[in-house]
C-alpha cells in the first residue's frame, strides 16, 4: 500500500471498510498512545504548504484519510489514485454503525450547544447500543480546556469525535495528545451539524 502524495502530504490508499478495519482493530485493543485520525481536505492540505507545525501533526498521525472527491482527484490527476473519498461524515456514520454492533463508546466534543445536544439524541435513538459516554460544545475559552480533558478522561472513550472544524480540531487533538484518556481521536469537521439535521 504505497501513499499517494498531494503537495507533500501523504494519503495511504485506503478504501473506507480498510479504514474502518483499521480503527476497529485499534479499538479492541487495549489503550496505548492516542491514535490520532486526520481527515484530509483541501484546506488542511493547503495550510500545511506554510505552517510546518500543523505539517508535523498531520504527518505524525496515525491514520490520514482522503476527506472529500477534491483530494481523490488531485491524487488521479498525479497518477496516485486514492481509490474512494473518505469523509469525516461517512466514517463517524459507520464507526456509529459498526460501534452499534461492537458497544463502543463515544465522547463528542464540538459544534453549538443545540447541535451537539440534537446529535447526540440522534445517534442514541439510531445507535442503541452506542455508548454515549459524553459530550461538550465547542464553543469554550482556553481556561476551560483542562477540566474538558478532565471530563473526557473520566469517560475514557474509545473514540473522542472533535467536531471543531480543520484546522482547529487536527491543533486541539495534538495539544492534548498525551493527556487524552480515549483510544482514537478524528477530527470531523462540520458531521454533527449534518447528522443533527
Ligand atoms: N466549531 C466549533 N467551535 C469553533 C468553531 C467551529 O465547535 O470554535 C464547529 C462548528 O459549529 C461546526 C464545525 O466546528 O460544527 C466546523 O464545521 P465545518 O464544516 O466548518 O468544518 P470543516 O469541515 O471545514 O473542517
Redesign the pocket.
Known amino acids: 500500500n504505497k501513499a499517494a502524495k498531494i503537495m507533500g502530504i501523504s494519503f495511504p490508499k485506503f478504501t473506507m471498510d480498510q479504514c474502518l478495519q483499521i480503527l476497529s482493530d485499534v479499538a479492541g485493543r487495549k489503550k496505548t498512545e492516542l491514535f490520532h485520525v486526520v ?1 484530509g ?1 483541501p ?1 488542511i492540505v493547503m495550510s500545511c504548504q506554510h505552517d510546518d507545525e500543523l505539517r508535523g501533526i498531520i504527518d505524525r498521525a496515525g491514520l490520514i484519510t482522503a ?1 472529500g472527491i477534491g483530494i481523490v482527484m488531485i491524487s488521479r490527476m498525479r497518477g496516485g489514485d486514492l481509490p474512494e473519498r473518505v469523509t ?1 461524515c461517512d466514517l463517524l456514520i459507520k464507526l456509529l454503525e459498526t460501534g452499534d454492533r461492537e458497544k463502543w463508546s463515544f465522547y463528542f ?4 450547544e443545540p ?1 451537539s445536544l440534537k446529535a447526540a439524541e440522534v445517534i442514541a435513538r439510531k445507535h442503541p447500543n452506542v455508548s454515549i459516554a459524553g459530550r461538550h ?3 469554550f475559552k482556553e481556561e476551560e480546556e483542562a477540566k474538558i480533558v478532565e471530563e473526557i478522561n473520566a469517560a475514557a472513550p474509545d473514540f473522542l469525535i472533535v ?7 487536527e491543533r486541539w487533538i495534538h495539544k492534548y495528545r498525551n493527556s487524552l484518556n480515549a483510544k482514537i481521536a478524528i ?7 449534518t447528522i443533527a439535521g
Open positions: 481527515t481536505n484546506e476527506d469525516g466534543l464540538g459544534a453549538d447541535t460544545h465547542g464553543f467536531a471543531l472544524g480543520a484546522p482547529y480540531a477530527g470531523v469537521g462540520g458531521s454533527l451539524d
